[in-house]
Structures are given as C-alpha cells and as structure tokens.
C-alpha cells in the first residue's frame, strides 16, 4: 500500500498543477479533481492526510470538490469511470494505480492526469520517459523495471535477511498491468 508521505507528495502534485487549470474556471466555481482509484474507497488517513494537504496549500472544502471514482476488483483499464469525469468537467484527473491511470490515459489527451503507484509507467505507455513524461501526465511509479532493477533487488536483500532460505514464492496477479516484468525479474 501508499504511505501517507507518497499520499501526501501526489495530493501536493495536484494542487501544484491547479493554478494551471484554474484560469478557464468558472468564477465562483470550485476546482475539481477526479480521482480514479483501484479498490474500493480512501482509507481514512490517506483522506485525512488529503484534507490536510488542501489546507497547508490554502484551499477549503469550498475551494476544492473531489469526485472518487472506483475500479473495485478490476485489474484492466476502465475507460467509462474515466470518461465519466471528463463528462463532468473536472480540472485534473489523480490515477491511484495502473489501471486507474491508463482508464485516464485512454479517455484525455488533455486534462492534466497526475499518476500514483503505477508499475513502470513507461513500459506502461503512458509516459514518455521518467526523466521527461510528456504530453499530459506526471506523477509518481510505484516500481520502474528496468529491466527488473526494484524487484531483484528486492530478492538480494530478502536473501541478505534471510541467508538459509532456498525458496521462495512470488504470488501475483499476471493479469495486473505491468505484473510481467516484475516477475521476469
């Protein structure tokens, strides 16, 4: 799962980008972020580290209207959740995990789209490179294989911990954007 820090750093990344958008809002109108997430709902602290977050950049709750959308079990991308929040005109679009994010992807060219934990965005196509993503997209991978570098590094400090272990399982979902390279690895 997300620390609160990483939470913190994307909800950060939003409002950074919010006076970009801000511009061609309606007065009076609050800025809206759409958020396409895997699961189900916001964990409690991420929602509470969010509405801290809007407060130290200086927004309210009347400044500021979030609209959550959810993929729930859904590991492939879901265009229509993302194509939902087009249709109601919000300002950004916040990706929490690879399906989210390539739903997003898939539906503007456009709106702003800030990533969160998603597994080698690049490999992905959804950004250009990490060094310079392009086109409408930024934020933050949760694991960049390249080839494999986070994931076996992962296994030599598993065998540093554990130095008499001789196997080890690796359970994943093959279905899961991105899941392929990790396991290679």
């Not at 690049?122 to 392009?134: T, Y």
Request: charged content about 15%.
């Amino acid at each position: 799962m997300i620390s609160r820090r990483a939470f913190l750093t994307v909800a950060s990344t939003t409002l950074v980008t919010a006076p970009l958008v801000t511009e061609a809002q309606r007065p009076g109108q609050p800025f809206r972020i759409g958020f396409i997430g895997v699961g189900d709902g916001v964990p409690t602290p991420w929602q509470d580290a969010f509405d801290v977050a809007l407060r130290e950049a200086g927004f309210s709750r009347d400044s500021v209207a979030v609209e959550y959308r959810w993929l729930g079990s859904r590991l492939q991308p879901s265009p229509e959740v993302a194509r939902e929040l087009v249709h109601r005109g919000v300002d950004v679009i916040v990706g929490f995990g690879t399906p989210a994010t390539l739903s997003a992807t898939q539906v503007t060219k456009v709106i702003p789209i800030v990533m969160l934990g998603v597994r080698d965005p690049v490999e992905q196509g959804i950004v250009a490179s990490l060094a310079r993503p392009g086109a409408n997209v930024t934020g933050i991978a949760s694991s960049v294989t390249a080839p494999g570098v986070a994931h076996s590094k992962g296994m030599s400090l598993f065998k540093e911990a554990v130095p008499a272990a001789s196997r080890v399982a690796h359970l994943t979902n093959s279905t899961f954007p991105g899941t392929q390279a990790n396991v290679d690895a």
